[in-house]
């Protein structure tokens, strides 16, 4: 994924920063846990696409 895109994109819950997953391919949010998935190099940005983190995965 591109990582200019990486700057400008922000969680469209809290408006915060995402932490870009490349093993996964995941944008995550800590604050919400949430995780954002990235197909075919492009954030889908919506909250009912977003996985919700596990216990281990919002502490780490
Ligand atoms: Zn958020």
């Known amino acids: 994924m591109d990582h200019r895109l990486l700057e400008i ?8 920063k995402l932490q870009y997953n490349q093993q ?8 919400d846990g ?3 998935p990235v197909r075919d190099g492009i954030p889908v940005l919506l909250e009912n696409e977003a996985r919700t983190l596990t216990a281990d995965e919002s502490l780490s």
């Open 34 to 36: 949430l995780a954002y």
């Open 24 to 31: 996964q391919q995941e944008l995550v949010c800590k604050p």
């Open 9 to 16: 994109v922000a969680c469209p819950v809290c408006n915060g």
